[in-house]
């Protein structure tokens, strides 16, 4: 398997913490040296290991906003 390269661009927080220390974060990352995107996943303390996630362009993290506004009114 290819390694992945990442950079972490912009952190915006911490959504939850794991009893083992990991964190649940939306960050801005670039992906291989791509435009970074809207991130959302679990981290490691120290950010060497992560688990699985999604990204999202701006279009669409501008979608998911719309959706979970419309469905927190409920």
């Known amino acids: 398997m290819a390694d992945i390269k990442y950079e972490i661009t912009e952190t915006f927080g911490v959504i939850s913490e794991s009893a083992r220390g990991w964190t649940k974060e939306l960050n801005l990352v670039s992906w291989n040296g791509a ?3 809207f991130d959302l996943r679990d981290w490691a303390p120290d950010h060497a290991k ?6 999202l362009s701006a279009q669409e993290a501008e979608k998911l906003y719309e959706l ?3 469905a927190l009114e409920k």
């Open 68 to 70: 979970l506004k419309h």
């Open 35 to 37: 435009a970074p995107k």
């Open 50 to 55: 992560m688990g699985k996630g999604i990204t």
